[in-house]
């Protein structure tokens, strides 16, 4: 999940990975990966650790052509969607940064179709209840604190009633100038 505020974006991430298709079966309990793309981009990587792998290796490969830190998020997610589509990757990302027109959060499928924002993105097993969540509960223009705390409410929340979905979270925040701070959340146990 991810929200933007006045000043900041906070992504979390759980680490429990499962899958639709195998059930309540447990794949991996490692945390969800997070890269950091540029001065003032975070790409945030949901789905099968291959993939995941595959996705970044492929996007630095596009990106090292293009030397410039100060690279617009709208950049990162056009060639991550690029890149998903002729792939065909088991791979959700969301990409969320701050560039010239303010804060960006982009979050796409397995095969690059994107989701712009300007107030929140869910993904993942638990994305249904995630995004009434939010919907619930999110107001526009929050500081930094309170939005961790909405988005850290909206995570345990969620989390506790979906089997799929938990063990360790880890938020996030971004700030507009490119600072990334991160802190790990104990979510109730199912």
Do not use: W
Not at 42 to 53: E, I, K, R, T, W
Not at 59 to 64: F, G, P, Q, T, V
Not at 111 to 130: E, K
């Amino acid at each position: 999940m991810a929200a933007v505020g006045r000043d900041s974006i906070v992504l979390a991430a759980d680490s429990r990975q499962s899958s639709q298709a195998t059930g309540p079966f447990m794949l991996n309990e490692r945390p969800r990966r997070v890269f950091r793309v540029g001065d003032h981009t975070l790409v945030a990587c949901f789905g099968l650790d291959s993939d995941v792998d595959a996705l970044v290796h492929a996007l630095r490969e596009k990106l090292d052509l293009h030397c410039d830190s100060s690279i617009e998020p709208q950049n990162v997610a056009r060639c991550v969607a690029n890149i998903l589509y002729v792939n065909r990757m088991i791979c959700s990302p969301i990409v969320l940064g701050f560039g010239s027109q303010g804060p960006y959060i982009c979050s796409m499928d397995g095969i690059g179709a994107q989701t712009v924002t300007h107030r929140f993105a869910v993904m993942g097993t638990a994305s249904a209840a995630l995004y009434a969540a939010c919907e619930a509960s999110f107001r526009e223009g929050l500081g930094r604190a309170a939005l961790g705390s909405l988005v850290e409410g909206c995570m345990q929340g969620t989390l506790a009633r979906d089997v799929m979905s938990g063990c360790d979270v880890r938020l996030y925040t971004l700030t507009k100038s490119g600072a990334v701070s991160f802190r790990d959340v104990t979510t109730p146990d199912v």
